[in-house]
């Protein structure tokens, strides 16, 4: 659609939505909706940010400013959101990384999970545990058997020392046995890099960067981080499915407000959110960044955290270092 | 061979639509005029116009954002030229000569030669990127973080030529850069190093901030107390000015070529590019010439080999994201986003699925930089008249472009401040004849030679013999001690000399 068409008829719609079902619920007032992404534009999690923002635009009848704040793993601009007024004004979209995993990593991080008021959970990023296909095992139980065999003689990749990517292989290790050494990387990029030399031996990366080498048959994925398979490979086994019950680990993406916002305005912003994230034009561009899409009530989002954090915070507590 | 010419015949029927044209000069022009604009560069501008491609075809798309990407290349160094200022950080080092011949009032032959250069880099780093993708690929593949590290060691020997002045001022400065590297969290421990608790300081200093603080802005502040009330004179600004001599094409020549080489190898291998093709160029021509005490002062070869490196790489940069689906840097990975919202899986698969794509693109590559070549050289009038503006109006609205440029990176106004801090710095240093592409190359080489030391170490379970056992890393070692027993050697017969001259000079008394 022309930008400017799609402008007036954001416009149009609007206008008819404040005399609609938004009014009566005396949230929102009418006022704009500041919607921080704390990274930077662009991306597919700025794109599933701006796609979300448009239908809320139509279904609350006010304007969405999608304002990106990045900057240290997406922190800066969650304490940007928790420093503003908690009427539902500001809210934000945040990474799993930096509520459940910088509040062990960041020292200095000026807020915790609890200056949080969790909205909607609505993206989930499956991990992929891939090898080479010239590795000698190619399933997951091959793998922990000649790794429990050659103990210290296998590395694996992580985005760095505390990243989920390095948290989710360590409990797996702590699950299984396995002795794998840590090499920290600066990103998929560089581990899928190291995975095609050789140089390490397997990694969990989220699904969509080794998706394209493993349809291309110079990687094989021997599992899936998920609790359930995914539709782009329903072939590869879950952790869970193979006899580790407790394993689930995504990165996913959820909306925040500051703490103290009202529950009533907490609940109108996860309807508006839920109703986008029906659209399926919504739905089928966040599938097509190898995202699932979701939706959830603020307290299962509320339990989502509890549950990383208390995983992650355990792992800590048995000497795993991270900072 | 035969694939190639069929891929193409391909590629020129989808190049040549009307749609693809259009979308391919708006990029280059676009690319251009973002790279003219010190700080603000490709990255930014992708990110802002992304969205505006989500309408039109896959090809278009790709077409238009990789237009900017290389645009923004060839436009990068007019600031550095003219102003001091490099356009993007990949250009600092065309600010070393380059600033020096528009003070000689050859800015328009510098503008007309880097021009030919980035056209002639980006050419052959487009062959390259055709014909030899497997092989570079392959090359790349045996790259581990062993080889990195040998490179960048070998990367920062023959860099010790940069510094024109005392080497032990020098030494000052590349270690001032690896300090300033430092800050930010490191990612092989998680420790966050001099980051005095603020969040801001987690992901290090901003590059751009930097490279404009410390280059441009204490030229600016230089100049602002002059008498003078413009760098050029206006009326001496002729074509027949703009048209480099017999000598400069001589000179240039062949390192246009050997900086196409460094930037083709360079840029197809992940994380280094650009900036540091650039550097490594300077090095390699600072380091063959005959009198190399013209560097720094305006020698042309200084222009022509780091510009051709940085388009080359720029080129060849697309080969591990369009045929690993494995982006090199940030505007790489903003690239596959752009594809992965279109539809299409960036990776070995795309060559034989979407063939029409992948020549498709290629070739649009080769007409935008024809594009861009017939853009820029009327263009060079142009841009030198800008020196003709007074100071007190070019200064301001130059100000202005860097804030709003180093902003558009992080949107963060921390970042501009920092510029000014920069600045400040960079200034004290001018006046003290310390200089800072030295600083430049230790804070980019610093931290990356630090990680992937560190890895190393931990592939080899701490053995230091890794970096000879494997061939590629010790065939880096080895160019690294023989330029260091070179220098060593030319110091010595150098004392020598002096002392023969002495002693003959004090006998013939």
Redesign the interface.
């Known amino acids: 659609m022309h930008p400017m068409l799609a402008t007036v008829g954001a416009a149009l719609i609007a206008g008819l939505a404040v005399a609609g079902p938004a009014a009566a619920q005396g949230f929102p007032d009418g006022q704009d909706i500041r919607l921080i992404v704390p990274f930077p534009p662009g991306g597919p999690t700025d794109t599933t940010a701006r796609l979300i923002a448009d239908q809320m635009r139509q279904n609350l009848g006010v304007t969405i400013i999608v304002d990106n704040v990045p900057g240290a793993g997406g922190t800066i601009g969650v304490t940007e959101m928790t420093l503003a007024d908690p009427d539902g004004h500001t809210i934000a979209i945040v990474g799993s990384g930096a509520v459940t995993l910088s509040p062990f990593t960041m020292p200095d991080l000026p807020w915790g999970p609890e200056n949080l008021t969790p909205i909607i959970h609505v993206v989930d990023i499956p991990l992929l545990m891939t090898v080479p296909a010239g590795f000698e095992a190619q399933t997951f139980g091959d793998f922990v058997n000649l790794v429990t065999a050659h103990p210290g003689d296998f590395n694996y990749g992580s985005d760095g020392q505390g990243s989920l990517t390095h948290m989710s292989m360590e409990w797996l290790k702590s699950l299984t046995g396995m002795d794998l050494v840590h090499i920290p990387y600066r990103g998929t990029a560089d581990i899928m890099q190291a995975m095609l030399s050789d140089t390490i031996q397997t990694s969990q990366s989220g699904i969509l960067g080794p998706l394209p080498l493993v349809q291309s048959g110079e990687l094989t994925a021997i599992a899936i981080t998920s609790a359930e398979r995914s539709p782009v490979l329903p072939d590869v086994p879950t952790v869970r499915e193979l006899g580790f019950d407790d394993f689930v680990v995504t990165a996913w993406f959820a909306f925040f407000a500051p703490e103290g916002t009202p529950a009533e305005i907490v609940d109108a912003l996860n309807a508006s959110i839920t109703a986008a994230m029906e659209n399926p034009d919504v739905s089928s561009a966040i599938s097509g960044f190898g995202f699932t899409p979701l939706n959830s009530t603020p307290a299962e989002l509320s339990q989502t955290v509890d549950f990383y954090l208390d995983r992650w915070g355990s792992l800590i507590e048995g000497g795993l270092q991270v900072n | 061979m035969m694939e190639i010419l069929n891929g193409l015949s391909l590629g020129l029927s989808v190049a040549f639509s009307v749609s693809t044209l259009f979308y391919c000069f708006a990029g280059v022009a676009v690319g251009t005029l973002v790279g003219v604009l010190p700080g603000l560069g490709g990255l930014a501008t992708?990110?802002?116009l992304?969205?505006?491609t989500y309408?039109v075809a896959a090809v278009d798309a790709l077409v238009m954002l990789s237009g900017i990407y290389y645009g923004a290349a060839y436009g990068g160094s007019t600031a550095s030229i003219l102003l001091n200022l490099p356009g993007t950080a990949n250009t600092a080092v065309t600010c070393l000569d380059g600033y020096p011949m528009t003070k000689q009032g050859r800015a328009g032959v510098a503008l007309f030669m880097t021009t030919i250069a980035s056209f002639v880099g980006a050419f052959i780093g487009l062959v390259a990127l055709v014909g030899f993708a497997p092989y570079l690929l392959a090359a790349?593949?045996?790259?581990?973080?062993q080889e990195y590290f040998s490179l960048m060691v070998l990367g920062l020997i023959a860099a010790s030529v940069l510094s024109t002045s005392s080497p032990l001022k020098g030494l000052a400065m590349v270690t001032l850069g690896l300090i300033l590297g430092l800050v930010g969290?490191?990612?092989?421990?998680?420790?966050?190093r001099f980051?005095f608790?603020?969040?801001?300081l987690?992901?290090g200093l901003n590059l751009v901030a930097l490279a404009m603080g410390m280059f441009g802005v204490p030229e600016l502040i230089a100049n602002a107390g002059r008498v003078r009330s413009n760098i050029v004179d206006s009326k001496s600004i002729t074509w027949r000015s703009m048209w480099p001599t017999r000598d400069d094409w001589k000179r240039s020549t062949n390192p246009m070529l050997r900086g196409t080489g460094i930037g083709a190898v360079l840029g197809a291998l992940?994380?280094t590019g650009g900036l540091l093709a650039s550097f490594m160029s300077y090095a390699v021509e600072k380091r063959l010439a005959k009198d190399p005490s013209r560097f720094g002062n305006g020698a042309i070869e200084g222009i022509a080999g780091p510009e051709a490196a940085n388009n080359a790489a720029i080129q060849t940069a697309f080969i591990?994201t369009l045929t690993?689906?494995?982006?090199?840097d940030a505007v790489m990975?903003?690239m596959m986003?752009?594809m992965?919202?279109q539809?299409i899986?960036?990776?070995?698969?795309l060559m034989t699925q979407q063939p029409d794509l992948f020549w498709g693109v290629c070739v649009s590559f080769l007409i935008g930089n024809i594009m861009l070549l017939i853009l820029n050289i009327p263009l060079i009038g142009v841009w030198v008249k800008i020196l003709a503006v007074p100071y007190w109006m070019l200064f301001p609205a130059v100000v202005i472009f860097i804030c709003v440029g180093v902003y558009s990176i992080?949107?963060?106004t921390f970042d501009v401040f920092w510029v000014m801090i920069f600045g400040f710095l960079g200034y004290l240093l001018a006046v003290l004849k310390f200089e800072v592409a030295p600083l430049l190359l230790g804070f980019i080489l610093g931290p990356l030679m630090e990680?992937h030391l560190r890895?190393s170490m931990?592939?080899s379970?701490g053995s230091f013999s890794t970096f000879v056992e494997r061939p590629i890393s010790a065939s880096f070692l080895a160019a690294a001690a023989l330029i260091l027993l070179w220098l060593a050697y030319a110091s010595l017969r150098g004392r020598a000399r002096a002392r023969a001259a002495k002693q003959h000079a004090a006998l013939s008394e």
Request: glycine share 14%; net charge positive; hydrophobic share 35%.
């Open positions: 992708i990110a802002m992304m969205p505006l309408h790349a593949r045996s790259f581990s973080s969290t490191d990612i092989t421990s998680g420790t966050n980051t608790g603020s969040l801001r987690y992901d992940p994380g591990p690993l689906g494995i982006p090199g990975a903003l986003a752009a992965i919202i539809g899986v960036p990776g070995p698969g992080n949107y963060s990680e890895r931990l592939l379970r």
